[in-house]
């Protein structure tokens, strides 16, 4: 096992940050491969990035980091695929337009802003802290990580675990 990935391993966000950097053109180019689509690829690469961070304890060194990224990212890609026709099924098809709300106009069901606020709450620490900070505040990830002192591809990664959690549990 690499020295860098080590580091990682035992919780060096420096470390992470240079494997991300060292890895993230070729993980976006197989997310773009495979999604067909830039804006898409461009979410796979941070999805894939932090379910890295998740999973680096179960990083055993057998084989190059590398490629043991290059497997989470096909397994990060697929698994995204299965909730996307997950979804595709629950969207209704009508030719009856006037039963459609008009966008803008429906109201937000009874208890959703409560389901989101219970939602944030739940998220990590620091998840939870980058969410507020750049989607509620409205700060730049540089400026998150000067203000928490991490590095600004954690700022991002976070970001990325918080909406994906968010997602999952609100759609519970």
């Not at 950097?21 to 197989?30: C, D, P, Q, S, T």
């Not at 600004?152 to 759609?171: I, M, N, P, V, Y």
Request: proline share 3%; with cysteine; charged share 30%.
């Amino acid at each position: 096992m690499s020295e860098v990935a080590r580091l990682a391993q035992s919780g060096d966000q420096d470390a992470f940050e240079r494997l991300y950097r060292e890895n993230v053109g070729r993980i976006y180019a197989l997310c773009l491969r495979l999604s067909g689509d830039a804006v898409h690829a461009q979410s796979l690469t941070q999805d894939v990035f932090v379910r890295a961070w998740e999973k680096l304890p179960s990083f055993r060194g057998e084989s190059a980091f590398s490629s043991w990224l290059h497997r989470l990212a096909v397994n990060v890609v697929l698994s995204g695929r299965r909730v996307d026709v997950r979804r595709e099924r629950r969207v209704t098809i009508t030719d009856d337009l006037e039963s459609v709300p008009a966008a803008g106009t429906r109201e937000a069901p009874a208890g959703l802003a409560l389901d989101l606020e219970r939602a944030i709450a739940g998220l990590p620490p620091g998840a939870r802290a980058v969410f507020v900070l750049h989607d509620i505040e409205g700060y730049e990830h540089q400026e998150i990580a000067e203000m928490t002192g991490i590095a600004t591809g954690t700022s991002k990664a976070h970001l990325f675990r918080a909406r994906r959690l968010l997602r999952e549990a609100l759609d519970r």
